[in-house]
Antibody
Framework: EVQLVESGGGLVQPGGSLRLSCAAS????????MHWVRQATGKGLEWVSA???????YYPGSVKGRFTISRENAKNSLYLQMNSLRAGDTAVYYC???????????WGQGTLVTVSS | SSELTQDPAVSVALGQTVRITCQGD??????ASWYQQKPGQAPVLVIY???NRPSGIPDRFSGSSSGNTASLTITGAQAEDEADYYC??????????FGGGTKLTVL
């Protein structure tokens, strides 16, 4: 059974940093592109970052230069290093697996990040 | 532009058919995928590719596409289909996009 379990969320002050983790199981982690997607309370989904099987990374303009996605295939783990956090980064952060079609076929349960003083 | 546009809300009578649409330039080149999200839960993939359903998704869900518009159709909507629905695609730069979401109410 495919499982994605996020951790590392919490309360952080504006300008602070946080590192999210996603533990993957039930599939060959190294063979899949992986993503982070976030959702502010009462708002829609926003794609945050992607990492390919070769380690290539992608970001939207809203987080580029502040967030860094990485993976450790030996540990079946995905990470998101978030720096210079802003109130607007407050959201539930989901990790998701990319299917060959480009869709996100499995999602974790999410971890809440709150940026507030 | 790299945006996907959805109607904020749609309603359907129980047992009737409803179509949820998603518009964007990227849909001329890439298929949309569709996700169902119920309150307090993670999104669930319901349609991907040309018109494919993951295992466990009822066959009342179907997808289609024409030009810059993708559609999710629910034929014979059930009470349990009441949820938020999001479309998703990608652009030529490798970025992924989500529509703003459509809140479906089953009356």
């Amino acid at each position: 059974e495919v499982q994605l379990v996020e951790s590392g969320g919490g309360l952080v002050q504006p300008g602070g940093s946080l590192r999210l983790s996603c533990a993957a199981s039930g599939f060959t982690f190294s063979s899949y592109d992986m993503h982070w997607v976030r959702q502010a309370t009462g708002k829609g989904l926003e794609w945050v970052s992607a990492i390919g099987t070769a380690g290539d990374t992608y970001y939207p303009g809203s987080v580029k230069g502040r967030f860094t996605i990485s993976r450790e295939n030996a540990k079946n783990s995905l990470y998101l290093q978030m720096n210079s956090l802003r109130a607007g980064d407050t959201a539930v952060y989901y990790c998701a697996r990319e299917h060959s079609s480009g869709s996100f076929d499995y999602w974790g349960q999410g971890t809440l990040v709150t940026v507030s003083s | 532009s790299s945006e996907l546009t959805q109607d904020p809300a749609v309603s359907v009578a129980l047992g009737q058919t409803v179509r949820i649409t998603c518009q964007g330039d990227s849909l001329r080149s890439y298929y949309a995928s569709w996700y169902q999200q119920k309150p307090g839960q993670a999104p669930v993939l319901v349609i991907y590719g040309k018109n494919n359903r993951p295992s466990g998704i009822p066959d009342r869900f179907s997808g289609s596409s024409s030009g810059n518009t993708a559609s999710l159709t629910i034929t014979g909507a059930q009470a349990e289909d009441e949820a938020d629905y999001y479309c998703n695609s990608r652009d030529s730069s490798g970025n992924h996009l989500f529509g703003g979401g459509t809140k479906l109410t089953v009356l």
